[in-house]
């Protein structure tokens, strides 16, 4: 069983390239997120998605943009990369968006921006 | 603000006991996850609790009281495997999961 798969597991990325971390489910589960990890710190939500279709900003979503073409799919963008993007991005679903439920997480993009 | 406390780092032998707290501080309150995250690896889910009381699930439990905003993880006949961190997750009157920050438990034989 697949679940969540998340590519690429890793990236170096030079500062002001772009990159899309990409994220797709077969649970068929209506909500995805999208969560950076920091050392120190809890996961904290980038974007999410209730449905395809719709999606909405977390608590850090400046210098991100996400999109849900179809209920499988939720590409994170970087449009130009800085520093402060270094993290451990997580994707996740649960089967509905308000009270959600156990998350289901990939195992997440290790991105290191110089 | 919204805040979730948790020790950063706890210590315990194999074959013992160890009970890892969590208290929060929220704008409402919709339930209470436990998390493990092993080194490198995704969280993935242990338990829920959103009424009072304990909740049993095979070497693990964990504990609610809201009156005190107040949550426990207890792990019982540890085991080497059990080297991971314990995320502690509120769910606020909004539905929005709160995330606390881990506890690192080093398991020691």
């Known amino acids: 069983t697949a679940g969540i798969t998340q590519a690429p597991t890793s990236q170096i990325l030079a500062a002001g390239r772009s990159m899309t971390l990409r994220c797709t489910q077969d649970?068929?589960?209506?909500?995805m997120y999208w969560y950076r990890q920091d050392l120190g710190l809890g996961l904290r939500l980038i974007h999410y998605?209730?449905?395809?279709?719709?999606?909405g900003k977390g608590e850090v979503p400046d210098g991100y943009s996400v999109s849900r073409a179809n209920t499988d799919d939720f590409p994170l963008t970087l449009a130009s990369a800085v520093p402060s993007q270094t993290s451990v991005y997580f994707c996740?679903?649960?089967?509905?968006?308000?009270?959600?439920?156990?998350?289901?997480f990939g195992e997440g993009s290790r991105l290191t921006v110089l | 603000g919204q805040n979730i406390d948790q020790p950063t780092e706890m210590t315990a032998t194999e074959g013992a006991i160890v009970q890892i707290n969590c208290t929060y501080q929220?704008?409402?309150?919709?339930?209470l996850f436990w998390y493990q995250q092993h080194a490198g690896e995704a969280p993935t889910f242990l338990s829920y609790?959103?009424l009072d009381g304990l909740e049993e699930k095979g070497r693990f439990s964990s504990f609610l009281s809201r009156s005190k905003g107040y949550s426990y993880l207890l792990l019982k006949e540890l085991q080497m495997k059990d080297s991971a961190s314990y995320l502690c997750?509120?769910?606020?009157?909004?539905?929005?999961?709160?995330w606390g920050a881990g506890t690192k438990l080093i398991i020691k034989p």
């Open positions: 649970m068929r589960h209506n909500a």
């Open positions: 998605s209730n449905t395809a279709g719709t999606t």
């Open positions: 609790n959103v």
């Open positions: 929220t704008s409402g309150f919709n339930g």
């Open positions: 996740a679903s649960s089967e509905r968006a308000e009270n959600t439920g156990e998350l289901f």
């Open positions: 997750v509120v769910m606020d009157s909004n539905y929005q999961l709160i």
